[in-house]
């Protein structure tokens, strides 16, 4: 069997090495071979965390009967949608428009001309619930080519047309304003679940841009309704199943409502955004749980998401082995009062039973239960329930562990890096700051070339030969960002401008403002991706402008501020409208109605007062203000020329749209400088 796949630097794609099926990869060579035989391509796209891709593999990919089939008739290509986002959105995008859903497996017939035909997602050996079998799809998609070919390329050519009507043309000259913003909110007090936080009904997904568009609302307008949404969505997904009671970080998404049964994959890009958005939350309010939980969240992506040479890995699986040999999907982190009670003793078994809500019916499977914090009465022992969890996490460390994707995305990256580095600044853990810098150095080592062009992946400190899409350029340079921010080293942000004018040169559309997620060099697909919507991550459209936003106030860049503003046209018209898929393009709009802010403080480094007002500077809640810290006379960043020292002492200057404050030496006058709504 030909194992082309063996070298690739996806564990996705590795997984699917020895399968009997002739994989490729998605590569020139193998359309080639499809038209030399006159096959039909079968495209299989999935990632290494997916539940039902694993199921399929071992149902289809690993049945040499089917493998069979599938060499005589097609040529396979297998992709790793964390890899190759440009091509899942592409195929994604016809899927949904054919069936009305999609999802993955995502399982799309191709002719050699890569036009897609036929879609679905998982399909089973045997028929069952309505479905047909794989074999049978594969049959009647052989039997159509074979004996149907014009009409055939008259529905493939269809579908390419149909898509390609799709553009979006929203980049724009005006931008969302005040009622925008407020009709944004408006809809999502609607779609509020005001029993259990959250929006809309099961399955829920943790909504971590649209609580940082929340929080940064409430800090404009004094919002209290925004405030409570954000607060209490946070408390209940800390709550929940959804959180990790024992070793922190979240799940992707919970099944139920309530946020207490998870689907027990963890994702880089779920704990980044969430790590940021608790320590923000924390910044707004000075909640305990909040610091709790960024900080825990904080030290999961370090202690187990930590590669090697000090990037990030993108997840870790569902499933693992239940101790019997058998994958199970949660079987490392749920339990019976038995299993409490063999760890713990009789005692502290019933008091871990009692504090996490672990039934003798259990609220998983199989009568076990995941741990979650149910609201009740009585105090406990803030030491014993320490001891316990100690216990429990040391007893749970010896199950069989869940499989890690180990290759380093760079915009989940990237993502990291902002998170680390403004949680370590808030909570003084310098640790974390500089696992964001070793990351950072990473990304700019492995991930950029001469020409400050990204690789999409690395791992095992070798970079993946796939070009960096939109939402990789933008998400680093957010994180270089926040790096120039919270340690005052001029380099970062001069590294986000390097990536952020390939952005205003690749892929920004210069007649509209609107944003394509591939560069315009990039491998020509059936159509060049474009979705401006936030859904699991900010869309590459929407992170983009934050990035080219936060750069301006940095800078004064005229370019970066128009290219911000033009592509956040496209939140004026969705934001109203479809608030929930828009949580960073309205967190944007929330910074560039406040302007953002530009702080820079003055003082020897060193100096606790230049530490203290700092500090102050990167606690103010005003929406995406930009923060410059070093000595008079640096010219390390823009924001500190001209800047002298007042009176001889540290001195913090904030200004916005074009005017400036007083410079001050108070911290608690900076304090009040920076938490002031406008409209309060």
Known sequence: MSNRLAQSTSPYLLQHADNPVDWWPW???????????????????????????????????EDDETAAYLNA????????????????????????????????PMTVFLTPDAEPFYFGTYFPPAPRHGMPSFRQVLEGVRAAWTDRRDEVAEVAGKIVRDLAGRELKFGAVEVPGEQDLAQALLGL????????????????????????????HAARTGSEG????????????????????????????????????????????????????????WRATGSELARRVALETADFMVRELRTTEGGFASALDADSDDGTGRSVEGAFYVWTPEQLTEVLGEEDGRLAAQYFGVTKEGTFEHGASVLQLPQQEGVFDAERIASVKERLLRARAERPAPGRDDKVVAAWNGLAVAALAETGAYFDRPDLVDAAITAADL???????????LARTSRDGQAGAHAGVLEDYAD?????????SVTGEGVWLEFAGFLLDHVLVRFV?????????????AEKLIRRPQDPTDNAVPSGWSAAAGALLGYAAHTGSEPHRTAAERALGVVKALGPRAPRFTGWGLATAEALLDGPREVAIVGPDGDPRTRELHRAALLGTAPGAVVAVGAEGSDELPLLADRPLVGGAPAAYVCRD?????????TDRLRTALRTALNG
């Open 73 to 104: 008739h097609f040529v396979n290509v297998k992709v790793d949608r964390e890899e190759r986002p440009d091509v899942d959105a592409v195929y994604m995008e016809a899927v949904q428009a054919a069936t009305g859903h999609g999802g993955w």
């Open 27 to 61: 590569e020139p060579a193998a359309f080639e071979e499809a038209r030399r035989r006159g096959v039909p391509i079968l495209l299989s796209v999935g990632y290494s965390s997916c539940h039902w891709c694993h199921v399929m593999a071992h149902e289809s990919f």
């Open 443 to 453: 990304l700019v080592r492995l991930h950029l070339d001469e020409k400050a062009r």
């Open 476 to 484: 680093v340079a957010e994180g270089f960002l926040a790096l120039a």
């Open 509 to 521: 559309d210069e007649e509209s403002g609107a944003l394509y997620d591939t560069a315009a060099d």
């Open 658 to 666: 074009f005017t400036c404050d007083a410079p001050t030496t108070d």
């Open 226 to 281: 925004a405030l409570e949404m954000a607060r209490d969505t946070c408390e209940r997904m800390a709550r929940g199943g959804i959180y990790d009671q024992l070793g922190g970080g979240f799940a992707r998404y919970s099944v139920d409502r309530e946020w207490g049964v998870p689907h027990f994959e963890k994702m880089l890009y779920d704990n980044a955004l969430l790590c940021r958005v608790y320590a923000h939350l």
């Open 189 to 216: 007090t609607r779609e509020y679940d005001a029993s259990h936080g959250g929006f809309g009904g099961a399955p829920k997904f943790p909504p971590s841009m649209v609580i940082e568009f929340l929080l940064r």
